[in-house]
């Protein structure tokens, strides 16, 4: 009987004196969070039109380009909202004048697949060429580009 106190008594005293301990602490995370803006390429779209000398562009045709900004990001478009545009020919030596109004449709947390939850900035550009402009050779090569310029 002696032996079995004996040793239940050193199993007790050997757990305690050689059990593990485990203590904790919390280590705080800080995130500082950039603005941040893309536009979607595969979402820009051309204005394309045909001119006719005699009538001009009656109704304006729209390109556009999609911007995603993540959620919150203040945006100023520093490109004017209307302007000249000047369209030259790739084959020829000549050009077509057209105007321009560029608008814009935000709508905060629009943004779906990749860009989830982005803010969502929809530009669109409707372009126009006044009729008169016999001087613009006969092509199929006219073209120009805008700048849509974003600061944030």
């Known amino acids: 009987m002696k032996k079995i106190a004996l040793t239940v008594a050193l199993a007790a005293l050997c757990s305690t004196a050689f059990a593990a301990g485990s203590v904790s602490t919390p280590i705080t995370v800080n995130a500082t969070v950039l ?3 893309t536009f979607d390429t595969s979402a820009t779209g051309a204005a394309s039109f045909t001119y006719d000398a005699l009538a001009g562009t009656t109704v304006p045709v ?3 380009a999609t911007l995603y900004c993540n959620s919150g990001t203040a945006i100023t478009t520093t490109t004017a909202a209307t302007g000249a545009l000047i369209l030259k020919s790739a084959s020829k030596t000549g050009t077509l004048n057209a105007t321009y109004t560029l608008s814009k449709v935000d709508a905060a947390g629009a943004g779906t697949g990749t860009y989830a939850g982005a803010d969502k900035h929809t530009y669109t550009l409707a372009a126009t060429a006044a009729s008169g402009q016999w ?4 092509a199929a090569d006219y073209t120009t580009t805008l700048d849509v310029n ?3």
């Open 35 to 37: 603005s941040s803006c």
């Open 150 to 152: 974003v600061t944030f």
């Open 62 to 64: 729209s390109g556009g």
């Open 135 to 138: 001087g613009a050779p006969t």
